[in-house]
């Protein structure tokens, strides 16, 4: 479904963004959606999101703020003025998938309970609908001084300072990135965007993420400006005496971690212990990736800031060599006897080449952090070619392999192939059709866009490792590109194999809008979407239940935009799953031929020590192998400085200050104007993802949540000043104390149930891990499942293990283990806090001093708490749970009927098409139990995703009925699912299927009445019948030249009237447009001639 055409805003005159009399108390906890009706039997509930309960959906935070509906990713201009905390956030008003970036807003007077407001600033477009500013991170201010000249009287205006994201629609400045100004004179409600933007332009695409202080200190009283150079690891400092005018300062870095670009800087300055007289100046520093968990992260520096320079007193230097015997450095020109595995006839005999390089190679970004003359390099002739090298055998002596990796991040995968063989078993379908013979001509239905023009299907282009000379691409099968839609119905086939097996790339979605499906007696029983990328790769579904049966493939494509396709190959009948090819960049030790330690790059030029304990495999031979089997992006390796040790070498990025060792911590930076509700102290607040895997995460209709808003200050170490932090004190008072349950001095060797539960509570541990090598707890578990958080004493290390905690496969980049060093007290215990709210984790130890925060997205109802202790024993000394009171959504309340069973199994029904003869996106799904055990509540999902919640009277054995209206959809298919519930459990119906094909309205007719030439006409645009519009544009000679509102009573008819007065001679091109929420649709062109 096209999101509708947002309001045209011009980029040189100031806007209004949002009206002021159209700002509205949004309340956090959701209305029921459902009320009984006076007939029997029947209750009916609006389906639109505003009416559904956020709090019934599974993974929706409780005490976290998350937005409604849609994506979010970093926090954006917080501030607290007047009472009220304003956070903005980086928004997509049309997805929930990073997108269509604006400034989103919500407001809080104690940072937990948060409402929702209207789009701050909202993307920016041309007269034509097209999209030519995105919105991207920035800060607010409060002007008090009135230095920007925006204030109004008295009052102070709210300044944001934001980064302009030209898209390649704009006229001057595409692809280019500056800061630009919006300002707020009610309180930071409404924004008006300044009609001198951008206030600063450097010419770069990688300019961005502005955060704005008053400084007043020895060099002066003025704006200072902290924003990145993104690709450069620079920080860049400006000054300006009135947030127009902007000198620069100077830069910051490249410093500690750059393995990924920089971004979401912050600067400020803090008390040490407190000492208001002993003070020191804070440098945050996010990054992607690059961080100490993978992925995305942050970073921080503790130093010295005069006005001018910020000079960094924690910045690490050159580590020392680990101890140990060098066993390759590849420092002498050349390979030392490892067998070199070239591409056979690559031009530059890549990718290692015939000698270790010096460093970078041609087309390569600087490579740095190894040591010595040499290098293994994979990028000779680029991402390209494809090999192996292997080193000489060796015998193990040593307890451990320490050496230096970078490059690409790509690890080895068990039960991979190097190559893109297909398993044993019949090809069905493997597209290699006569030259000149259609898909529609071999017997497979096709529709849509992909009807349109037969010949093109199958394609012959688009795709990677794709086998033979065509194949499905739908992209390349319609007139649209991304943007093409329809379905490939495939003629039945027999399941005389246990496995379905094919190759498949392309976009990824999922909510069912993009997949390859297996339809058995007319119901979809497997489905599989694209990985988001070129690259096919083989994947298989397990059908031995279907055997001896007949199916059918089914390629459904209703996605658009990016990535909106997807590629399809070879469909293979087998008594064998194939084997998935390698993407590998990866180095790994071999013994007796098997891999038994493997690592992988961070997507970095930058290498770093890993390090591999090999002492189960003391006195045998091994070998080190490094492959290179990915062609595409980051497909390449860097290895240095192999060594043998008695000691595991240190991670660099270890010996850097991190704000969070979590994987789900990012851009966090720090809210303006909290001097006077946190003294000593700065509050800060990051978004609770990871770009690793944040499109994907298992929410329905929205994605993301922030993490606790958290106070910072600064702590004497023997390091040096460094940052400790905690919830804010606010959160003291959602604490249901009467309510709290604990356990003491609990011994445990294996697992122990401690008889508690918890899903939104505080945690407060101690732990003794006595002889135990591992011990802790494990949170949101079952019987299979759970999340484990405990304490690693031979490592000295507390953890986060997600591996096992629900749904983890949702992306391959998602089940790991996060940790930190984290030293046992004088008395042998270690202490941790944590806050658990349905899907995320957070932990703080070390009074604050080490925070871990992880997603987690357990199974339902996985709520227990228990002990466990791993090779020794120890004890729970104490562990209590006190529940936390939600500040954001409702609760759904247990059933509390009479039921003696399950309820019986409905059935969905609906009347699309039915009630006004339009398949229009406006109609109604009905549920009908027509005898058995009653449920006391119904829920609706479409696609998968919630969409209502309605009550129902439980009545015994009676028939029960719940009515949905559903409005404003796309033409599309939706795939309405239903659970009917009672306090004995949950029984699903039956499901129904909705396709809308006329969502958009219909085309409207365009007439004048200039029958006398003279220059003054009217306009009329008819609708006769039809789909109806909300409102209408004309268009003269392409431009915008009248607009208005329509009220819709779909299939009536419409008019629209445009009065012309004088125009000159000459010849005239009209349109109208009408438009409603699914989309526009224009009408022919109407042409007058202008003669007087």
Same mark, same amino acid.
């Given at each position: 479904?096209?999101?509708?055409?947002?309001?045209?805003?011009?980029?040189?005159?100031?806007?209004?963004?949002?009206?002021?009399?159209?700002?509205?108390?949004?309340?956090?906890?959701?209305?029921?959606?459902?009320?009984?009706?006076?007939?029997?039997?029947? *209750?009916?509930?609006?389906?639109?999101?505003?009416?559904?309960?956020?709090?019934?959906?599974?993974?929706?935070?409780?005490? %976290?703020?998350?937005?409604?509906?849609?994506?979010?990713?970093?926090?954006?201009?917080?501030?607290?003025?007047?009472?009220?905390?304003?956070?903005?956030?980086?928004?997509?008003?049309?997805?929930?998938?990073?997108?269509?970036?604006?400034?989103?807003?919500? *407001?809080?007077?104690?940072?937990?309970?948060?409402?929702?407001? !209207?789009?701050?600033?909202?993307?920016?477009?041309?007269?034509?609908?097209?999209?030519?500013?995105?919105?991207?991170?920035?800060?607010?201010?409060?002007?008090?001084?009135?230095?920007?000249?925006?204030?109004?009287?008295?009052?102070?205006?709210?300044?944001?300072?934001?980064?302009?994201?030209?898209?390649?629609?704009?006229? *001057?400045?595409?692809?280019?990135?500056?800061?630009?100004?919006?300002?707020?004179?009610?309180?930071?409600?409404?924004?008006?965007?300044?009609?001198?933007?951008?206030?600063?332009?450097?010419?770069?695409?990688?300019?961005?993420?502005?955060?704005?202080?008053?400084?007043?200190?020895?060099?002066?009283?003025?704006?200072?400006?902290?924003?990145?150079?993104?690709?450069?690891?620079?920080?860049?400092?400006?000054?300006?005496?009135?947030?127009?005018?902007?000198?620069?300062?100077?830069?910051?870095?490249?410093?500690?971690?750059?393995?990924?670009?920089?971004?979401?800087?912050?600067?400020?300055?803090?008390?040490?212990?407190?000492?208001?007289?002993?003070?020191?100046?804070?440098?945050?520093?996010?990054?992607?990736?690059?961080?100490?968990?993978?992925?995305?992260?942050?970073?921080?520096?503790?130093?010295?800031?005069?006005?001018?320079?910020?000079?960094?007193?924690?910045?690490?230097g050159a580590d020392a060599l680990p101890a140990g015997t060098l066993f390759a450095g590849f420092d002498d020109g050349t390979?030392?006897?490892?067998?070199?595995?070239?591409?056979?006839?690559?031009?530059?005999?890549?990718?290692?080449?015939?000698? !270790?390089?010096?460093?970078?190679?041609?087309?390569?970004?600087?490579?740095?952090?190894?040591?010595?003359?040499?290098?293994?390099?994979?990028?000779?002739?680029?991402?390209?070619?494809?090999?192996?090298?292997?080193?000489?055998?060796?015998?193990?002596?040593?307890?451990?392999?320490?050496?230096?990796?970078g490059g690409g991040r790509h690890p080895h995968v068990d039960g991979t192939q190097f190559g893109n063989e297909p398993p044993?078993?019949?090809?069905?379908?493997?597209?290699?059709?006569?030259?000149? +013979?259609?898909?529609?001509?071999?017997?497979?239905?096709?529709?849509?866009?992909?009807?349109?023009?037969?010949?093109?299907?199958?394609?012959?282009?688009?795709?990677?490792?794709?086998?033979?000379?065509?194949?499905?691409?739908?992209?390349?099968?319609?007139?649209?590109?991304?943007?093409?839609?329809?379905?490939?119905?495939?003629?039945?086939?027999?399941?005389?194999?246990?496995?379905?097996?094919?190759?498949?790339?392309?976009?990824?979605?999922?909510?069912?809008?993009?997949?390859?499906?297996?339809?058995?007696?007319?119901?979809?029983?497997?489905? +599989?979407?694209?990985?988001?990328?070129?690259?096919?790769?083989?994947?298989?579904?397990?059908?031995?239940?279907?055997?001896?049966? +007949?199916?059918?493939?089914?390629?459904?494509?209703?996605?658009?935009?990016?990535?909106?396709?997807?590629?399809?190959?070879?469909?293979?009948?087998?008594?064998?799953?194939?084997?998935?090819?390698?993407?590998?960049?990866?180095?790994?030790?071999?013994?007796?031929?098997?891999?038994?330690?493997?690592?992988?790059?961070a997507d970095s030029e930058t290498l770093d020590w890993t390090n591999w304990n090999v002492k189960e495999f003391a006195g045998?031979?091994?070998?080190?192998?490094?492959?290179?089997?990915?062609?595409?992006?980051?497909?390449?390796?860097?290895?240095?400085?192999?060594?043998?040790?008695?000691?595991?070498?240190?991670?660099?990025?270890?010996?850097?200050?991190?704000?969070?060792?979590?994987?789900?911590?990012?851009?966090?930076?720090?809210?303006?104007?909290?001097?006077?509700?946190?003294?000593?102290?700065?509050?800060?607040?990051?978004?609770?993802?990871?770009?690793?895997?944040?499109?994907?995460?298992?929410?329905?209709?929205?994605?993301?949540?922030?993490?606790?808003?958290?106070?910072?200050?600064?702590?004497?170490?023997?390091?040096?000043?460094?940052?400790?932090?905690?919830?804010?004190?606010?959160?003291?008072?959602?604490?249901?104390?009467?309510?709290?349950?604990?356990?003491?001095?609990?011994?445990?060797?294996?697992?122990?149930?401690?008889?508690?539960?918890?899903?939104?509570?505080?945690?407060?541990?101690?732990?003794?891990?006595?002889?135990?090598?591992?011990?802790?707890?494990?949170?949101?578990?079952?019987?299979?499942?759970?999340?484990?958080?405990?304490?690693?004493?031979?490592?000295?290390?507390?953890?986060?293990?997600?591996?096992?905690?629900?749904?983890?496969?949702?992306?391959?980049?998602?089940?790991?283990?996060?940790?930190?060093?984290?030293?046992?007290?004088?008395?042998?215990?270690?202490?941790?806090?944590?806050?658990?709210?349905?899907?995320?984790?957070?932990?703080?130890?070390?009074?604050?001093?080490?925070?871990?925060?992880?997603?987690?997205? /357990?199974?339902?109802?996985?709520?227990?708490?228990?002990?466990?202790?791993?090779?020794?024993?120890?004890?729970?000394?104490?562990?209590?749970?006190?529940?936390?009171?939600?500040?954001?959504?409702?609760?759904?309340?247990? /059933?509390?009927?009479?039921?003696?069973?399950?309820?019986?199994?409905?059935?969905?029904?609906?009347?699309?098409?039915?009630?006004?003869?339009?398949?229009?996106?406006?109609?109604?799904?009905?549920?009908?139990?027509?005898?058995?055990?009653?449920?006391?509540?119904?829920?609706?999902?479409?696609?998968?995703?919630?969409?209502?919640?309605?009550?129902?009277?439980?009545?015994?054995?009676?028939?029960?009925?719940?009515?949905? /209206?559903?409005?404003?959809?796309?033409?599309?298919?939706?795939?309405?699912?239903?659970?009917?519930?009672?306090?004995?459990?949950?029984?699903?119906?039956?499901?129904?299927?909705?396709?809308?094909? +006329?969502?958009?309205?219909?085309?409207?007719?365009?007439?004048?009445?200039? %029958?006398?030439?003279?220059?003054?006409?009217?306009?009329?645009?008819?609708?006769?019948?039809?789909?109806?519009?909300?409102?209408?544009?004309?268009?003269?000679?392409?431009?915008?030249?009248?607009?208005?509102?329509?009220?819709?009573?779909?299939?009536?008819?419409?008019?629209?009237?445009?009065?012309?007065?004088?125009?000159?001679?000459?010849?005239?091109?009209?349109?109208?447009?009408?438009?409603?929420?699914?989309?526009?649709?224009?009408?022919?062109?109407?042409?007058?001639?202008?003669?007087?």
């Amino acid at each position: 479904m096209k999101p509708p055409r947002p309001p045209h805003l011009d980029a040189d005159i100031p806007q209004p963004i949002s009206d002021a009399n159209s700002r509205r108390r949004r309340t956090a906890i959701a209305a029921a959606v459902a009320a009984a009706l006076l007939f029997a039997g029947l *209750t009916t509930a609006p389906a639109s999101g505003a009416e559904t309960e956020p709090g019934d959906e599974q993974y929706r935070p409780l005490v %976290h703020f998350s937005p409604e509906k849609n994506w979010m990713n970093d926090p954006n201009g917080m501030v607290h003025v007047d009472g009220t905390y304003h956070l903005y956030f980086q928004h997509n008003p049309q997805g929930t998938r990073w997108g269509n970036m604006s400034w989103g807003h919500a *407001t809080s007077g104690d940072l937990l309970h948060w409402e929702e407001q !209207p789009i701050a600033i909202p993307q920016t477009f041309d007269a034509e609908g097209r999209p030519i500013e995105s919105i991207f991170s920035g800060s607010v201010v409060v002007d008090e001084d009135n230095t920007s000249g925006f204030g109004v009287g008295d009052s102070a205006p709210l300044v944001a300072i934001y980064t302009s994201a030209y898209e390649p629609a704009h006229p *001057t400045l595409a692809g280019k990135q500056a800061q630009s100004l919006a300002y707020s004179t009610d309180g930071g409600y409404t924004w008006t965007k300044y009609a001198g933007n951008p206030v600063l332009d450097r010419g770069s695409s990688n300019f961005r993420d502005p955060k704005v202080f008053w400084y007043d200190g020895p060099a002066g009283a003025y704006w200072v400006m902290a924003a990145v150079e993104a690709l450069d690891h620079k920080v860049v400092l400006y000054k300006s005496a009135d947030l127009k005018n902007w000198e620069h300062l100077s830069d910051f870095g490249p410093a500690n971690s750059t393995g990924g670009i920089w971004e979401c800087p912050d600067l400020f300055e803090l008390p040490v212990d407190g000492d208001l007289g002993n003070s020191k100046w804070v440098m945050v520093v996010n990054l992607n990736p690059g961080s100490v968990a993978g992925g995305s992260g942050g970073q921080y520096f503790v130093g010295e800031f005069d006005g001018v320079t910020f000079n960094s007193e924690s910045t690490e230097g050159a580590d020392a060599l680990p101890a140990g015997t060098l066993f390759a450095g590849f420092d002498d020109g050349t390979y030392g006897g490892w067998t070199v595995g070239n591409e056979p006839g690559n031009w530059k005999d890549g990718p290692w080449g015939l000698a !270790p390089p010096t460093g970078s190679l041609p087309g390569q970004n600087p490579v740095s952090g190894f040591i010595g003359g040499g290098l293994v390099n994979g990028f000779n002739d680029g991402d390209w070619p494809l090999g192996t090298l292997e080193s000489p055998s060796f015998t193990i002596e040593d307890d451990y392999v320490n050496l230096l990796v970078g490059g690409g991040r790509h690890p080895h995968v068990d039960g991979t192939q190097f190559g893109n063989e297909p398993p044993a078993g019949t090809a069905v379908f493997d597209f290699e059709l006569p030259d000149g +013979q259609a898909l529609a001509d071999s017997g497979w239905d096709i529709t849509g866009d992909f009807a349109t023009e037969p010949p093109r299907n199958p394609s012959t282009a688009g795709g990677d490792y794709y086998l033979g000379a065509k194949r499905v691409n739908t992209w390349e099968g319609g007139p649209n590109g991304d943007d093409n839609v329809g379905l490939f119905t495939s003629p039945a086939f027999a399941l005389d194999g246990a496995f379905v097996s094919f190759l498949i790339g392309g976009g990824k979605r999922t909510d069912g809008t993009l997949q390859a499906e297996l339809v058995v007696d007319g119901e979809v029983v497997r489905t +599989q979407t694209g990985p988001e990328a070129r690259q096919l790769n083989w994947r298989s579904w397990d059908v031995a239940e279907y055997q001896g049966r +007949q199916a059918t493939l089914r390629i459904r494509d209703e996605a658009t935009g990016g990535w909106g396709h997807l590629t399809f190959d070879h469909l293979i009948v087998g008594d064998e799953p194939a084997k998935a090819r390698s993407d590998e960049t990866s180095v790994n030790l071999i013994v007796d031929g098997e891999i038994v330690r493997t690592a992988t790059g961070a997507d970095s030029e930058t290498l770093d020590w890993t390090n591999w304990n090999v002492k189960e495999f003391a006195g045998r031979e091994a070998s080190i192998r490094i492959i290179d089997n990915n062609r595409f992006g980051w497909g390449h390796i860097l290895v240095d400085q192999v060594m043998f040790a008695d000691a595991a070498a240190p991670t660099r990025l270890e010996s850097y200050d991190w704000v969070d060792w979590g994987r789900d911590y990012y851009a966090g930076v720090s809210y303006f104007g909290t001097e006077g509700v946190a003294p000593g102290a700065r509050i800060m607040q990051a978004w609770m993802n990871n770009w690793d895997y944040a499109n994907d995460i298992p929410t329905s209709t929205w994605r993301s949540s922030m993490a606790f808003p958290r106070e910072v200050t600064l702590v004497s170490t023997p390091q040096g000043p460094r940052l400790s932090q905690r919830v804010v004190p606010q959160i003291s008072d959602q604490l249901e104390t009467d309510d709290a349950t604990s356990v003491a001095e609990v011994t445990v060797d294996g697992r122990a149930d401690l008889g508690l539960d918890a899903e939104v509570a505080k945690l407060d541990v101690v732990l003794r891990p006595g002889d135990a090598e591992s011990a802790g707890i494990t949170v949101f578990g079952d019987a299979d499942s759970g999340t484990r958080i405990g304490y690693d004493a031979e490592l000295g290390r507390v953890f986060i293990d997600r591996r096992d905690s629900g749904d983890v496969g949702f992306h391959p980049a998602f089940a790991s283990v996060e940790d930190a060093p984290v030293a046992l007290a004088e008395d042998g215990t270690v202490s941790f806090e944590v806050y658990l709210d349905r899907a995320s984790v957070e932990l703080f130890a070390e009074d604050g001093r080490v925070t871990l925060t992880d997603q987690v997205f /357990p199974e339902a109802g996985a709520v227990a708490v228990t002990a466990w202790a791993e090779g020794g024993t120890a004890i729970v000394e104490s562990l209590s749970v006190t529940p936390l009171t939600p500040t954001m959504y409702k609760v759904p309340e247990e /059933p509390t009927d009479a039921a003696t069973a399950p309820p019986a199994r409905g059935t969905l029904s609906h009347d699309n098409g039915w009630d006004t003869g339009i398949a229009d996106g406006d109609y109604t799904v009905t549920m009908n139990l027509w005898w058995g055990e009653n449920g006391s509540t119904f829920r609706l999902y479409e696609n998968g995703a919630l969409i209502a919640t309605v009550p129902l009277t439980y009545d015994g054995l009676a028939p029960q009925r719940a009515a949905v /209206p559903v409005t404003g959809r796309g033409n599309g298919t939706y795939v309405y699912t239903g659970e009917l519930v009672n306090s004995k459990g949950v029984t699903a119906t039956m499901s129904t299927t909705v396709k809308v094909t +006329q969502a958009n309205p219909a085309k409207p007719v365009l007439r004048h009445d200039n %029958h006398d030439g003279d220059g003054s006409y009217r306009l009329t645009a008819h609708l006769w019948w039809g789909t109806n519009a909300t409102s209408y544009r004309f268009l003269e000679d392409g431009r915008v030249i009248g607009e208005g509102v329509l009220t819709a009573a779909t299939p009536g008819g419409q008019t629209a009237v445009l009065d012309v007065t004088g125009a000159a001679v000459g010849k005239r091109s009209y349109v109208v447009e009408f438009v409603n929420a699914a989309g526009a649709t224009r009408s022919d062109p109407l042409t007058v001639t202008v003669k007087r």
